[in-house]
């Protein structure tokens, strides 16, 4: 089963190991959540939870949501998150908790969020574009991204750029996903998760944590306990 939360990111800090390592971790609170739907595939056609967390006023919500949350017996709920099994879930109940102790035995998670927002940005601060050379010849266009040659369209012709041609535009705010970070500490009692690295989005932004779906090869022998 994947386990998952949603949870917020609280900010960056440093982790001293045992040995007097310093770490670079995000601290994450991750949860409580509340289990508000379990779909089958007799039922539904797939399997999966649904999960609710942080408590919201009922005035900022929508009937309908308090009545699905009410029906699973518990409060309403701000966010709502489904989350695909491979086969149902036969342990899983409407209105059953999940804490942070979910990822007690894991030893990697993907967080999922969104990056900051910064805004119309151009080709140098979006795309790491050099820009212009710094000669005389070059009057007030330092910073541009130069001539877009032949891409109008697929053919080099039309009214339009190129689909993905980098060029300025909106920069950030976007949903994105970090992979395979360590989890160095569970902390119970604050419902606390510390993952190794930094993960997107500000801090008190909302974030999906699950257990990682895919490994590379050094990792896959560390979560295995052998060694290389």
């Given at each position: 089963?994947?386990?998952?939360?949603?949870?917020?990111?609280?900010?960056?800090?440093?982790?001293?190991?045992?040995?007097?390592?310093?770490?670079?971790?995000?601290?994450i609170q991750a949860g409580p959540c509340f289990?508000?739907?379990?779909?089958?595939?007799?039922?539904?056609?797939?399997?999966?939870?649904?999960?609710?967390?942080?408590?919201?006023?009922?005035?900022?919500?929508?009937?309908?949501?308090?009545?699905?949350?009410?029906?699973?017996?518990?409060?309403?709920?701000?966010?709502?998150?489904?989350?695909?099994?491979?086969?149902?879930?036969?342990?899983?109940?409407?209105?059953?908790?999940?804490?942070?102790?979910?990822?007690?035995?894991?030893?990697?998670?993907?967080?999922?969020?969104?990056?900051?927002?910064?805004?119309?940005?151009?080709?140098?601060?979006?795309?790491?574009?050099?820009?212009?050379?710094?000669?005389?010849?070059?009057?007030?266009?330092?910073?541009?991204?130069?001539?877009?040659?032949?891409?109008?369209?697929?053919?080099?012709?039309?009214?339009?750029?190129?689909?993905?041609?980098?060029?300025?535009?909106?920069?950030?705010?976007?949903?994105?996903?970090?992979?395979?970070?360590?989890?160095?500490?569970?902390?119970?009692?604050?419902?606390?998760?510390?993952?190794?690295?930094?993960?997107?989005?500000?801090?008190?932004?909302?974030?999906?944590?699950?257990?990682?779906?895919?490994?590379?090869?050094?990792?896959?022998?560390?979560?295995?306990?052998?060694?290389?």
């Amino acid at each position: 089963m994947t386990n998952a939360l949603l949870g917020r990111k609280i900010g960056m800090t440093r982790y001293f190991t045992e040995e007097g390592r310093n770490v670079p971790v995000t601290v994450i609170q991750a949860g409580p959540c509340f289990v508000t739907q379990v779909k089958n595939k007799d039922a539904h056609g797939y399997s999966a939870i649904q999960i609710g967390f942080e408590d919201v006023e009922a005035g900022r919500t929508t009937m309908p949501l308090i009545g699905h949350d009410a029906k699973a017996g518990v409060s309403p709920k701000k966010f709502h998150r489904e989350v695909r099994l491979e086969d149902d879930a036969k342990d899983m109940a409407p209105g059953q908790e999940l804490t942070v102790e979910v990822f007690a035995d894991t030893k990697f998670v993907d967080v999922i969020g969104i990056s900051k927002g910064k805004g119309f940005q151009g080709t140098m601060k979006r795309h790491n574009f050099k820009g212009l050379t710094a000669s005389h010849g070059t009057e007030r266009k330092h910073r541009s991204p130069g001539s877009i040659a032949g891409h109008a369209t697929n053919r080099g012709t039309g009214p339009k750029p190129k689909k993905g041609k980098r060029m300025a535009g909106q920069m950030g705010n976007e949903q994105v996903t970090v992979r395979n970070l360590d989890v160095i500490e569970v902390l119970p009692e604050k419902s606390i998760l510390l993952v190794k690295g930094a993960v997107p989005g500000p801090n008190g932004g909302l974030l999906f944590v699950r257990t990682s779906r895919r490994l590379g090869r050094a990792k896959q022998l560390a979560a295995s306990g052998k060694k290389k």
